[in-house]
C-alpha cells in the first residue's frame, strides 16, 4: 500500500457523496459495469471496482449535514493541518476537516473561485490511476486557469523542483499537470463564476473513460440519469456531462483513437 506522501500532489481517489448508497450502487453499476465492496472506512462507504481494479468511491452522507451530492477529486498530501493552513492563508476555504478515519485524515475544501475539492492524508489506493487514459481522472474548470494553476501549485507543491514534485505546462489552451510522462489532472478556461448552471460555474470535472460514449450515456438515461450537455468535441476525446439520478455531475469520455 503507497502513502499520501510517496504521490503528494497528485489526484489519489475521486469519490461521490450521495443519500442513497443502494440507488448509487445499482445505477453506476448498469451504467459503467462497477462491482463494489465494502471497506475500512465503514458500511456507508463502497469502493467501485472496475474488472477488479479499483475506480472510485461512494459514501453515504446524511442530508441534514448539507453535503452535496457530488463528485470530488482527492489529492494526495503529506500533511492536512499544513495543506488546510495554506488554503486559508490564500483566501480559500476548507470547509470539512480535516477528519481522521480508519486510513488517513481527510478534508473538504473550495478554492478562491468556489471549486470543491478534497485532500487526503494516509494510505492510498495503488492501483488507482488519475491518467486521462485511465478510469477515471479530473478536470477543472476555471475562470482562469494561470490564476488557479498557481493557488493549486502552493497549495499541493506542484513544480517546486522537490523530488516526486508534478510537472506543470500550459498547453493548447489548458494548463496541464504531469508526474513524467503521465498526465494527472487538467485545469481548462471557460468557466462563468456565479452562473446559474452548475455545469458552467468553477467546478472540478469527474471523468469517467468509455469505450462508446452514446452506447454509454443511452444506460444512463435508462438506469435514470439525464443528459446535461450536448456531446462536445476536443482533440483527444468526445465527452458528454450526465447527471445521476440523484442530480450529481459527471462526465463520459471516450477516447478519439476508438473513435475511428
Do not use: N
Request: aromatic fraction near 10%.
Amino acid at each position: 500500500m503507497s502513502t499520501s506522501g510517496e504521490m503528494f500532489g497528485a489526484p489519489c481517489w475521486v469519490s461521490l457523496a450521495t443519500h442513497d448508497l443502494a440507488s448509487a450502487e445499482a445505477f453506476y453499476g448498469a451504467v459503467l459495469g462497477w462491482t463494489f465492496r465494502t471497506t475500512r472506512l465503514g458500511e456507508e462507504f463502497r469502493v467501485a471496482l472496475q474488472d477488479g481494479v479499483p475506480v472510485a468511491g461512494i459514501g453515504a452522507v446524511v442530508p441534514r449535514l448539507g453535503i452535496p451530492m457530488a463528485w470530488t477529486p482527492y489529492f494526495a498530501v503529506e500533511d492536512a493541518d499544513v495543506t488546510a493552513a495554506r488554503i486559508r492563508e490564500r483566501g480559500a476555504t476548507t470547509a470539512v476537516g480535516p477528519l481522521a478515519f480508519a486510513t488517513g485524515r481527510a478534508a473538504l475544501a473550495a478554492d478562491r473561485e468556489g471549486a470543491a475539492f478534497g485532500y487526503w492524508e494516509g494510505e492510498v489506493v495503488s492501483q488507482w490511476t488519475s491518467a486521462e487514459d485511465g478510469a477515471a481522472w479530473a478536470e477543472l474548470r476555471s475562470r482562469d486557469p494561470f490564476a488557479a494553476a498557481v493557488f493549486y501549485g502552493e497549495v499541493l507543491d506542484w513544480a517546486t523542483g522537490r523530488p516526486g514534485s508534478l510537472d506543470v505546462a500550459y498547453e493548447h489552451d489548458h494548463v496541464v499537470v504531469r508526474r513524467g510522462t503521465m498526465t494527472v489532472a487538467r485545469i481548462s478556461g471557460g468557466a462563468v463564476g456565479g452562473d446559474p448552471d452548475p455545469r458552467l460555474r468553477p467546478r472540478w470535472c469527474v471523468h469517467f473513460a468509455v469505450p462508446d460514449l452514446d452506447e454509454a450515456a443511452d444506460r444512463a438515461v435508462r438506469a435514470g440519469g439525464r443528459q446535461a450537455s450536448p456531446v462536445e468535441q476536443t482533440p483527444t476525446d468526445r465527452r458528454m456531462v450526465m447527471r445521476d439520478k440523484a442530480g450529481a455531475l459527471f462526465t463520459l469520455t471516450e477516447a478519439r483513437e476508438a473513435i475511428a
